[in-house]
């Protein structure tokens, strides 16, 4: 549970946690930091040993939050995914940049989606970018790929500031891991099963009645109705053979570079790849982006972590997770209140904990401040620079209210009043 006695379980399934970690090469001022960025999926702020967990181990992240500050009231702008990262991106609240589904779907489940981050919003990578930074995203983008064909690329990471791109455009569904079950599952039962079972009672009742002698039926009713319940039939075996190579893939900018998606080593690979990108970049400032799809389902983890923790398939993903950092859906605090760590050694104070209410939308000022980029004057940002907070100079949060969505719809306000604690 929180520290409020609110439960995080299983069916809290969409949280967000910033782990930001801030770090300076030695080869450059202080003015302008290398930037690196760590995004989990689905974690919530009890799952960590640094927050109170007791049977999760997580060593590594908890180092990073005795070095340097923990954020204790750290929100996520939207409890699911697609309009939670667009918050993360824009530093601005998802119905601001349409972001916000009116419907129960809040997020993108296709490739083919025609939807996206637009064009007209401005992300940090693309601030940072104007600033000479180099900069990368590895990992889960979910906030669109293409707008009018399947090689326009508008929603792409390249297309928002990012200059290389390693990882999976949509989402990590259990749709894409053999075994792992469906989301689509109310979905089929809704237009699937239930016409099915329509349709075979209709039979049975004709059939009954024909043999009674109460009415009179062509033959070619019953074809019909046989044929329509093979058409759903295909319809259906069609979908789950095709969903998976379709919409599960990795990419390599812009070049798929397998389909379906394997998770085999998944995570070390990627690691290795943003460990690459800092090596490439070393005599330059950038911006790494290492978004995972850990702990979001379809759980995975490699042999090594497989069945060692005390959790099941969930523990064992938070601790691969862990040991990469060495190298869902309510707006309950469940699913929006989520650990939030920053360090930066020399600039932050080691072990400090900041009870103040922040929010995933902060990262966009914070780090547009850092990299000497100025903010967006044509445009409302919601998120406010941490630094004055973190370096001591203030005590108080500028966020008074901050608003959580339900996709379109306004559920709750958090005030905080500037003159009381």
């Known amino acids: 549970t929180t520290q409020d006695g609110l439960p995080l379980t299983g069916r809290m399934r969409i949280r967000l946690v910033l782990l930001s970690f801030l770090s300076v ?5 202080a003015t302008r930091p290398n930037l690196v960025l760590l995004l989990a999926d689905d974690l919530g702020i009890g799952d960590l040993g640094c927050y109170g967990n007791k049977t999760l181990r997580t060593p590594n992240i908890d180092r990073l939050a005795e070095g340097g500050v923990k954020l204790t009231q750290h929100l996520a702008a939207s409890p699911l995914c697609t309009p939670s990262r667009a918050a993360f991106m ?51 983008w979910h906030l669109g790929t293409n707008c ?13 500031g990012f200059d290389y791109f ?42 009954v009645l024909k043999y009674l002698g109460l009415v009179r039926v062509p033959p070619l009713v019953f074809f019909g109705l046989l044929c329509l319940a093979a058409m759903i039939l295909g319809l259906l075996v069609c979908f789950l053979h095709y969903f ?31 460990a ?6 070393a005599k330059k400032p950038f911006l790494l982006v290492l978004s995972y799809l850990h702990v979001h389902t379809a759980l ?20 691969e997770m862990d040991w990469s950092v060495g190298g869902k859906a309510n707006n309950w605090e469940g699913g929006i209140r989520v650990p939030g760590i920053l360090r930066w050694p020399g600039v932050i104070q080691a072990g400090l904990e900041i009870d103040e209410p922040t929010s995933n939308m902060d990262v966009f000022p914070t780090v547009a401040t850092l990299a000497g980029a100025p903010l967006p004057e044509d445009r409302i940002i919601d998120g406010r620079d941490l630094m ?15 608003f959580h969505y339900c996709n379109f719809y306004l559920n709750a306000v958090r005030w905080h009043p500037r003159n009381s604690e």
């Open 300 to 319: 995975f983890s490699s042999k090594e972590f497989a069945g060692k923790s005390k959790h099941g398939a969930y523990g064992d993903a938070v601790e």
């Open 244 to 274: 998976r190579p379709l919409n599960c893939f990795l990419m390599r900018n812009h070049e798929i570079t397998q389909q379906p998606l394997s998770y085999d080593n998944l995570m070390q690979r990627l690691v290795a790849d943003a």
């Open 25 to 29: 090469a030695q080869s450059h001022a």
């Open 148 to 160: 009018h064909n399947k090689s326009d690329f508008c929603h792409h990471p390249l297309s928002h």
């Open 90 to 140: 824009t530093g601005r609240y998802p119905i601001r940049s349409g972001m916000a589904s009116e419907f129960l779907v809040g997020v993108y489940l296709f490739s083919a989606s025609s939807g996206g981050l637009p064009t007209s919003e401005i992300t940090f990578a693309k601030l940072l970018k104007g600033q000479g930074y180099s900069t990368a995203l590895i990992g889960k």
């Open 388 to 402: 004055p907070l973190l370096q001591g100079k203030t005590q108080h949060s500028d966020h008074e209210f901050l």
């Open 166 to 207: 390693h990882g999976i455009p949509v989402t990590n569904l259990r749709d894409c891991k053999p075994g792992e079950g469906s989301v689509f599952t109310r979905g089929i039962r809704l237009l699937v099963f239930i016409p099915l079972q329509i349709i075979a009672v209709t039979l049975l009742t004709m059939v």
């Open 276 to 281: 690459q990108f800092i090596r490439r970049n």
